[in-house]
């Protein structure tokens, strides 16, 4: 397709740029440092003089403090609905709606030098896909987008949900020439209408041959909503007629494929390989997470789509780009933002170039929305140095979960979890901390997706693990914690995500985590099982 001929000239430029600078890392940063600091200072946010558009890296590490998000919240909250000042200089394009794990919505600002920041990490991945995956140029590409709740669409643009809004304006022209799925589907009135129009278009594009999401698990609920609406599906296929979906929507042209309605009729809604690879037989690359907790999802979802090579996503966040994947490794995108990394145990901060293989470490990002040395939650390990840049594996969350003092953190759960002598049937979704984990006292659920579990004797075994860790075993010891409890459902994975969207969390960007601290009251049928597992625990 000549579309993709061109996006992969229009991306060139910047791969090469990455690709040639490397060894000069450390000079690459301190000139971004220094764009930056113009932008920011030239912002009446900062006109108290803390900050200064000469300072250099060290005096900038000094002056300026580790923040998170609600270090900025007012002053974004001010400009998102005031119209005040931005944190920059720079104009801002939009508010990109993101969220954690406990926390409500927060929104971003995705001003013209942080979108350009994005374009420098997007450009060499492109490429780098495209030399990996020639597959990639016979068909037609999807990229995820950021599935917001229902109640947010009303008060947000209409281009904040489509991922390739975080390319250039002329790259994303061209990246839009070849796309399974028009912009429109993300203007439905609710997210269910936008998934269906979704799928009426994936399933009617024979050549498709790249699913780019985020979490595999969006992409396991996708499918599954395939086999659910496989008979509206059809219809519609069919017909070229949405019936009620899609209502209000201008210009939202229906697709049309007899071949795609007669194979979706036949099927009688089993998730297996053989109907996907009919369904899609072009397709080369699936992209997703598949490190840490997305693992078993991401081997799921690859399990459905075999004719596929499966690619794991680098590490994103809407507040920035930390690696991509590049050359078969996950490479710091040194040419995007301003990176620092702390050490979570002696919070030591170490420039990019200070990095050796084996540190543990969780970036700080300063980036042209506005966000200076911003701690994201994430814990990487340096796997090595790829001419001078540093290569990262995602580890998982970086977070604690401190109930009364035990101060786990998701290694030491991962780390115990993967010792549990686990039947094939069950697959770990999370394991969170809880208020009331029955006994009135607070504790952990591991929660299991499947069936053919001994439950009590895996919450034996779990919790036995955790006692290697001195706080928790100690908060044991004193009754503060109540043992861990085990619970299992067929349907788990759905649940969690259930209750993640219920605390705030976006569709599509949920990121599985192996622990969570969820306060507040539980689902009911949540609780209920928690109270009345005790001892002697049931399946749910």
Request: charged share 20%; glycine share 8%; net charge negative.
């Amino acid at each position: 397709m000549l579309g993709h001929q061109l996006l992969k000239l229009a991306t060139w430029p910047g791969e090469r740029r990455f690709a040639h600078s490397r060894e000069n890392m450390e000079q690459v940063q301190r000139h971004n440092l220094a764009a930056l600091l113009k932008q920011v200072c030239a912002s009446a946010r900062h006109a108290d003089g803390t900050l200064q558009a000469d300072m250099s890296w060290e005096q900038f590490a000094a002056r300026q403090p580790v923040t998170d998000y609600d270090h900025w919240r007012e002053a974004i909250e001010h400009s998102r609905l005031q119209g005040g000042p931005g944190l920059t200089a720079s104009p801002v394009s939009r508010y990109q709606p993101t969220s954690g794990s406990t926390s409500a919505i927060k929104w971003v600002p995705y001003t013209r030098q942080f979108l350009a920041e994005l374009d420098n990490a997007i450009s060499p991945w492109v490429v780098d896909l495209y030399r990996q995956f020639p597959g990639l140029k016979r068909g037609r590409h999807y990229w995820s987008m950021s599935w917001v709740p229902t109640a947010l669409r009303e008060s947000m643009s209409d281009e904040i949900n489509d991922d390739l809004q975080l390319m250039s304006l002329g790259k994303r022209l061209l990246a839009g020439a070849t796309q399974s799925v028009p912009q429109e589907v993300s203007l439905a009135r609710t997210s269910d209408d936008s998934l269906f129009s979704t799928l009426a278009y994936l399933a009617a594009d024979e050549s498709l041959s790249m699913m780019s999401i985020w979490s595999p698990t969006f992409g396991l609920g996708m499918l599954k909503a395939m086999a659910q609406w496989r008979e509206e599906l059809a219809e519609v296929l069919a017909t070229g007629k949405w019936g009620t979906r899609m209502l209000g929507v201008e210009g939202a042209g229906c697709p049309v494929s007899h071949r795609a309605a007669s194979l979706l009729r036949q099927w009688d809604g089993r998730l297996g390989a053989d109907f996907f690879m009919a369904l899609w037989p072009r397709l080369a690359l699936v992209s997703a997470w598949d490190t840490a907790a997305s693992a078993p999802w991401a081997k799921q979802l690859h399990g459905l789509l075999p004719q596929a090579a499966f690619q794991g996503k680098g590490l994103w966040a809407t507040e920035g780009v930390v690696t991509i994947p590049y050359q078969g490794q996950h490479t710091l995108a040194y040419r995007s933002h301003v990176y620092e990394f702390q050490d979570p145990e002696d919070g030591c901060i170490y420039a990019p170039w200070e990095l050796e293989p084996g540190q543990q470490v969780m970036p700080l990002l300063s980036t042209g929305s506005g966000l200076l040395r911003y701690r994201l939650k994430d814990l990487v390990k340096v796997e090595a140095l790829s001419q001078g840049v540093p290569v990262l594996t995602f580890l998982g969350r970086a977070g604690t979960t401190d109930l009364v003092g035990e101060k786990l953190t998701a290694p030491v759960v991962e780390s115990a979890i993967a010792g549990l002598a686990l039947p094939p049937t069950a697959t770990p979704v999370c394991t969170v901390g809880v208020e009331d984990a029955g006994e009135g006292k607070p504790g952990y659920l591991l929660l299991l997706e499947g069936y053919g579990c001994d439950g009590p004797a895996l919450a034996r075994q779990l919790d036995a693990a955790l006692q290697e860790h001195f706080h928790y075993q100690l908060a044991r010891n004193l009754g503060q914690l109540a043992p861990v409890r085990c619970i299992v459902h067929a349907n788990m994975r759905e649940r969690y995500l259930h209750q993640c969207r219920q605390r705030g969390m976006i569709e599509g960007n949920i990121k599985m985590e192996s622990l969570q601290h969820w306060p507040g009251a539980l689902p009911l049928w949540l609780a209920r099982a928690a109270s009345e597992s005790g001892a002697e625990q049931e399946t749910v």
